[in-house]
């Protein structure tokens, strides 16, 4: 049995700074109502998930076995990935070392699974399948994602592809308006760098399904997952165009 919630609404895009901080609330609230959840950890309903080493492992391998001969086609892609390869694995070694604890996360906070009231007021998180052991990264990260990409996820037009700082800024003081109490300050120093983070976990994914042939993510159209992957990569680029500004902005607001 589920609770129904009347009067709701739910964004694919965003295009105001005011609807990316409820977004910020919204997130921010589900961690902090979670940060001293009592008992063991929760069960990982898929393993290794936001993973990025072992992401990039099995990128490797379709690469090396190529099973439908598009490696070839796309080289600049995979140049893109292996040349920030080092540099992603980042949150995890903070996590190995104890920098970081392991917490209760959404582990899926793409903008629409979050409603928002008749006045776009925060009301809730939906989707809790993937809800389990995570970094706050992860969720902060999926949410700039899909809040300040100025496209759809699968955008052709990379001219299209970018980083609304204005919706980072927004989103952020959102979520820290909740969890400035509850999360640490390397937790806090390197929110900045979540969004490059998940954004390439994502392109990762998408290129490695393009690569051994489609079977992971359902696709419209053969180009689909390259076509993903491409518009993921560009936004990682952006990203890091955008980076001191993202870095300045959550020093302020901590």
Same mark, same amino acid.
């Given at each position: 049995?589920? #609770?129904f %919630?009347s009067?709701h609404?739910?964004?694919?895009?965003v295009?105001s @700074?005011d609807?990316a $901080?409820?977004?910020g609330? =919204?997130?921010g609230r589900?961690? =902090?109502?979670?940060s001293?959840?009592?008992?063991? @950890?929760l $069960?990982e309903?898929?393993?290794s998930f936001?993973? #990025?080493?072992k992401r990039?492992? !099995?990128?490797?391998l379709? *690469? &090396?076995?190529?099973p439908v001969?598009? =490696?070839?086609s796309?080289?600049?892609e #995979?140049?893109?990935v292996?040349q920030?390869?080092?540099?992603?694995?980042?949150?995890?070694k903070?996590g190995k070392?104890?920098? %970081?604890?392991?917490?209760? !996360?959404? &582990?899926? /906070?793409?903008f629409?699974?979050i409603?928002?009231?008749?006045?776009d007021?925060?009301?809730c998180v939906i989707d809790?399948?993937?809800v389990?052991?995570?970094?706050?990264h992860y969720?902060f990260g999926d +949410?700039i994602? /899909?809040?300040a &990409?100025t496209a759809t996820?699968?955008?052709?037009?990379l001219?299209?592809?970018?980083?609304d700082?204005?919706l980072?800024?927004a989103?952020?003081e959102g979520y820290l +308006?909740e !969890?400035?109490d509850t999360?640490?300050?390397?937790?806090?120093?390197?929110l +900045?760098f979540a969004?490059?983070? *998940?954004t390439y976990?994502i392109?990762?994914? $998408?290129?490695?399904?393009?690569i051994?042939?489609?079977?992971y $993510?359902k %696709?419209h159209?053969?180009l689909h997952?390259?076509?993903?992957?491409?518009?993921?990569?560009?936004?990682v680029k952006s990203?890091?165009e955008?980076?001191?500004?993202m870095?300045q %902005?959550?020093?302020?607001l !901590?």
């Amino acid at each position: 049995m589920y #609770i129904f %919630i009347s009067n709701h609404r739910s964004y694919n895009l965003v295009d105001s @700074p005011d609807k990316a $901080f409820e977004g910020g609330k =919204a997130i921010g609230r589900f961690q =902090a109502m979670l940060s001293d959840m009592p008992g063991g @950890p929760l $069960f990982e309903t898929i393993p290794s998930f936001h993973d #990025i080493e072992k992401r990039l492992q !099995t990128f490797n391998l379709k *690469i &090396n076995e190529d099973p439908v001969g598009r =490696a070839g086609s796309v080289g600049r892609e #995979i140049d893109d990935v292996l040349q920030r390869a080092e540099e992603m694995k980042t949150i995890l070694k903070f996590g190995k070392e104890g920098k %970081i604890p392991l917490r209760i !996360t959404h &582990n899926d /906070t793409k903008f629409n699974n979050i409603l928002l009231d008749e006045n776009d007021n925060a009301l809730c998180v939906i989707d809790l399948d993937t809800v389990m052991p995570g970094y706050v990264h992860y969720d902060f990260g999926d +949410s700039i994602r /899909t809040v300040a &990409n100025t496209a759809t996820e699968d955008e052709k037009d990379l001219s299209k592809v970018r980083l609304d700082i204005n919706l980072f800024k927004a989103y952020a003081e959102g979520y820290l +308006s909740e !969890t400035g109490d509850t999360i640490n300050d390397v937790e806090k120093e390197y929110l +900045s760098f979540a969004p490059k983070l *998940i954004t390439y976990t994502i392109g990762v994914r $998408f290129l490695t399904d393009f690569i051994d042939g489609d079977h992971y $993510f359902k %696709i419209h159209h053969e180009l689909h997952n390259i076509q993903r992957a491409r518009a993921q990569l560009q936004l990682v680029k952006s990203m890091e165009e955008h980076y001191g500004e993202m870095q300045q %902005i959550i020093n302020k607001l !901590t």
